[in-house]
């Protein structure tokens, strides 16, 4: 298989408990999609290979939602310890196929398949083992990650962003828009992309 066959695996965090929403704000809709179902479908369009969704608070109901979606399940069962715990419970289900997986939060709607085309497309272009998206200036996920930095961060007890803090000097960013940043945290938030034409409705009922 050539090399460049298998750019990447996708590793969707969505193990949180949503405590600022209220409500586990993965299952909400927005335009008749859950934000779980969105964020694994986008990276499965991007061609990460494989899709690999770290779940954890709610796992069962969150589950059910990626029904159809070709992707890997993985349970974190010290998620309530932090995301980093999911980021590295991630990070070790990626296979040894992968020379790279880029993360993204379950909960930014507005990441797109091209927005993540880009990151692997810098890579391609620089060969750089960290590729980071930044949002007028922020640096926030989609992150890639190069296998070359998967021993450093099975061992870290932090996250994504601590990674990214201590290899500064030498990543690569993709720059896009300010407002492609918004994530969804507290029902404030939901108000925002309401606004926007966003058509969102609430969880449904535990059943």
Do not use: W
Not at 41 to 54: C, H, N, Q, S, Y
Not at 167 to 173: N, S
Request: proline content about 7%; hydrophobic content about 45%.
């Amino acid at each position: 298989m050539p090399a460049d066959a298998v750019p990447a695996a996708g590793v969707v965090l969505a193990a949180g408990a949503s405590t600022r929403m209220g409500e586990n704000k993965l299952l909400l809709r927005l335009d008749g999609e859950t934000l779980v179902a969105r964020a694994a479908r986008t990276a499965a369009e991007a061609g990460l290979d494989p899709v690999i969704v770290v779940l954890g608070h709610d796992a069962a109901r969150v589950e059910r939602e990626l029904e159809g979606i070709a992707c890997l399940r993985v349970r974190n069962a010290e998620h309530a310890s932090g995301q980093g715990s999911s980021f590295r419970a991630g990070i070790a289900a990626v296979p040894p196929s992968a020379p790279a997986a880029v993360v993204l939060l379950a909960d930014m709607p507005h990441v797109t398949a091209g927005m993540i085309a880009a990151l692997l497309e810098r890579r391609r272009a620089t060969g750089a083992s960290l590729v980071v998206s930044e949002y007028g200036g922020v640096p926030a996920p989609p992150t890639l990650y190069g296998r070359a930095l998967f021993p450093e961060i099975a061992q870290a007890r932090g996250c994504g962003r601590d990674v990214v803090r201590r290899h500064r000097a030498e990543l690569e960013t993709v720059a896009f828009p300010a407002e492609r940043l918004a994530d969804l945290d507290e029902p404030s938030d939901l108000d925002r992309l309401r606004a926007s034409g966003a058509e969102i409705q609430r969880c449904a009922p535990t059943s």
